[in-house]
């Protein structure tokens, strides 16, 4: 059965003729009969061509905290319109969002805009190795950090088979096109297991320039660092002078105003923010401090964007951190969160599954399989199957989450107490009958 209506399908067809598989994106294409094409969202929904409603959990992988079409960002972003977003000079807008986004990352002695999360990691990373003068970065499997060159080894896509002997692993190239030489930049480790670390920096600490991490693992069930290991990765890179940048891309703004760093009170050297940021609209920032602001201050570390900190974007960011920074959005999310996990939880031992809710509850996962999985290896015995079935079984009764499990689930504070109660009965519903084996 398709998750397409008539004129849903119709519109993919014109999709597919004027893009390529008819996304602009490759996470979009489900499949010819299962892409959907939206018209519009709703606070916590969205609505597609033929008219149907979803809760939506998707939010456009994760942009999406305050709500769809939240009025006080639309409104600021008209008005930021109508004054013309571009000018090749800073702009008033950029600078009242700056002092809003420094308010809440009160950790950071500076900052720059730019447009999206590949950008920010991009310019985050050239800026660790033109300041430390070394070449070499760890990253941690199953961990994403935008489509750029240097970051696209081992990403939640890799084969388990392919990711080597997790005490000698084996960066897995997630791209053809990638020059093979790359490789030999990047060292890609297990995420939570700080001994492997230290062996890397006991063996060449003084060519490490950056550890990149993202402090949750946000694009693989979201599993949460284990105690000591955040610290542990500050500790190492104090030591040997690396930098420690935290990818906040899909936590910054979403699991606390001020992101991981508030969150588990580790202070990174460099941060990278898009999503939640700007509710939706195309914004990101490098946030900093230290030898690193100087880094830029001085000039001769390259970091330029015809667009970036445009008039639209900084509306949007500062209309949004001014709701994040009453407190209120984030309770409310992390309300929602809890209870879904809860219930999701509840539904799965009723049913008698295996499996769990993982993460934070503003960006969880489930992980259908035995054990309490705490790293992208460990997550072999998840039954991918199982989990797509009842997602697209979800999709079909209008509760959309990403039915691929790797991808969390992102709450917005838009979501309501019936969306969880209609999100949960539909889960147990689909669930049994995906269990069952019965017939979409
Ligand atoms: C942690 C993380 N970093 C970077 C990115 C790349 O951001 P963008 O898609 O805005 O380029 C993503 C995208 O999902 C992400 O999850």
Redesign the pocket.
Known sequence: MSLQGAKTAEWFDRAYAALINGVSSQFRYWGDDDTIVIDHGEAGHVIDMDGKRYIDYQLG?GPIILGHGEPSVVAAVVDAASAGPSFAMTQRREIEAAEKVREALSWAEGMRFTN???EA?MHAIRLARGVTGRDIVIKFEGQ????HDYVMFSTAGAPPEGLGSRFRPVPWQSSSGIPDSIRTYIRTLPYNDLELVQKVFRNEGNRIAAVIV?PTL??AFGFMPVDGFLEGLRDLCDESGAALIF?E??TGFRIATGGAAEYFGVVPDIGTY?KALGNGFPV?AIATRGEMVEGWRKGGIAQAGTYSGNGVAAAAAKATVEQLLTGEPLARVEKVGRSLMEGIDRVLSDVSLEGMATGHPAMFSIYFGEGTPKEFRDTKGHDSELYEDVIFRMIGKGVMPCPDALEPWFVCAAHTDEDVAKTLEVFQESVSEARDGSTK
């Open positions: 992988f999206t999360g590949t990691t994403y950090h935008g489509v993202e946000g694009n990818d891309v899909k898009a990101a």
